[in-house]
């Protein structure tokens, strides 16, 4: 197989890599180098998001949860914080886009590259390529960081590699490197929009198979999302996120955009009154509570709420005498939950083994654990991490939670399925499955729930997409559970 047919990102990085000198979190010194010559200054930025990469691949950490450890660690913020987060997580995006640059430019393959070295390289490459770092800095200051971080030997192996790179732009180096389009649609895109082969495969079934709205998908995966804001009913107001610096938003009623800064920054943020939501994951909650039962409509259940964010929603919006229950099979995210929310009451508690009696909450929330595929804009690396083999895995447990939502709502009640992931067997393909095996339950369509947003799709299912509404690619399916006789 030639260079040019291996698809993008359908390898990790060797995991059995030397662990000598440099390693993540490894404080430099001022000793001198071979030849008596004195080690380069550290470059803070550009050493954070190297730790960070470097963590990802030997702790497989969560870059969005590292990220902000690290900046407040070393103590930076504004211009600094802001170039160590767009190296770090660029690097992370465009991982297989610069695998296969750096294989043309090297003699030998990344996955033979010592991990530390590559990822020094494939932070180089991100600034050579995607950002306005004149090249000659971009080179020195890698070369700098790999002479510090590793060693004399592996900077001019680094120089070397990066210095090839520098003599072509993204497009030119794409043409070369990116499969034939006519030949090889998926693996074109897989390259040139750095996603995994199989991924691609995924999200071009989801848009239905039209290369350009796959092209868009991908392109938006890629884009820094922004920061979206949920100001929790009763607890504070999107009105005061605007006074501290948000924006209004697009869709949600309790939603507001913070175009810059730490939200934690924001006082209705650190006093625990407003949380960090994606403007989507509230709107699939509001759906829920839209959908009219008749009768009583005091009892909800959020089957899988942890971390908490759905569950903080709807707790606010049970109303005067309403209760939510909030369970998750983890304890450590049911303690989450326990914080975020209110009044709920929260318990570990396993859905598919439910503690609950049956055919007594009037909504039920499944957001149903799945690969992510619809947040790969906030969580870069995961594209690297989810192998395809885990989709019939996770399929049959939404499938399984989905029928222990239906029995646990009441004759009449409502249940809302949600995933965070646009995969098709993981949405309606799961949804059509438990149809038929719940006779009598009816398949609502949820877009007349949402009405403040196009683009939901041809129904009766609602799915968000990052292209079209800048949002994580949420899916919603609403169902009514039969009347009681």
């Not at 404080?27 to 080690?39: C, E, K, N, Q, S």
């Not at 070393?74 to 294989?103: F, K, N, P, W």
């Not at 999302?225 to 949920?230: E, H, K, Q, R």
Request: charged share 25%; proline share 8%; glycine share 10%.
């Amino acid at each position: 197989m030639t260079r040019g047919e291996r698809p993008a990102g359908d390898r990790r990085p060797g995991r059995d890599a030397v662990r000598g000198r440099g390693g993540a979190g490894r404080p430099a010194t001022g000793r001198a180098t071979g030849r008596g010559r004195p080690r380069p200054p550290r470059d803070e930025p550009r050493n954070a998001a190297y730790d960070l990469l470097r963590a990802v691949d030997e702790r497989d950490a969560y870059a969005n949860l590292l990220m902000p450890t690290l900046l407040r660690e070393r103590g930076l913020s504004g211009r600094d914080a802001a170039l160590a987060t767009e190296l770090a997580y660029g690097t992370l995006r465009g991982l297989g886009t610069y695998d296969e640059i750096i294989a043309a430019c090297s003699d030998r393959p990344p996955d033979e590259i010592d991990p530390p070295v590559l990822d020094a390289v494939r932070l180089g490459a991100h600034q050579l390529l995607k950002t306005r770092v004149p090249p000659h800095a971009a080179v020195s200051a890698t070369v700098d960081l790999v002479r510090l971080r590793v060693g004399a030997g592996a900077s001019r192996f680094a120089n070397a590699i990066l210095r090839k790179v520098a003599t072509r732009d993204l497009p030119a180096w794409l043409a070369i490197v990116a499969p034939e389009a006519a030949a090889d649609p998926v693996g074109h895109l897989a390259v040139t929009h750095s996603h995994p082969r199989w991924i691609t495969s995924a999200l071009r079934d989801a848009v239905g198979g039209d290369p350009a709205e796959t092209a868009a998908l991908l392109a938006a995966d890629n884009e820094r999302p922004v920061v979206t804001l949920v100001a929790w009913p009763g607890r504070s107001t999107v009105d005061e996120l605007v006074a501290a610096g948000a924006t209004p938003a697009r869709y949600s009623p309790h939603a507001a955009y913070l175009p810059e800064g730490d939200p934690a920054a924001i006082p209705a943020v650190a006093e625990g009154r407003a949380g960090v939501q994606d403007e989507a994951s509230q709107l699939v909650a509001l759906a829920l509570t839209r959908v009219p039962v008749a009768g009583r409509d005091d009892r909800w259940l959020d089957m899988c709420a942890g971390p908490g964010g759905k569950a903080a929603l709807l707790d606010a919006l049970t109303g005067a005498g309403g209760h939510l229950l909030a369970a998750d099979q983890r304890h450590h995210r049911a303690r989450l939950v326990y914080r975020a929310t209110r009044r709920a009451g929260v318990v570990t508690a396993d859905g598919t083994r439910p503690a609950w009696r049956p055919g007594v909450f009037d909504r039920v929330l499944v957001d149903a654990p799945c690969t992510g595929l619809g947040a790969l804009r906030r969580r870069p690396e995961a594209r690297w991490r989810r192998p395809a083999g885990s989709v019939p895995e996770l399929a049959a447990l939404q499938r399984e939670l989905l029928g222990s939502a239906l029995d646990a709502a009441r004759p009449g009640g409502v249940v809302g399925y949600v995933t965070c992931s646009p995969h098709l067997a993981e949405t309606r393909v799961v949804v059509e499955d438990v149809l038929r095996r719940h006779g009598g339950a009816e398949l609502l369509d949820a877009r007349a729930y949402l009405p403040e947003v196009a683009g939901l799709g041809d129904g009766p299912y609602a799915q968000f997409w990052p292209h079209r509404h800048r949002t994580d690619a949420m899916f919603l399916a609403l169902l009514r559970t039969p009347p009681g006789a």
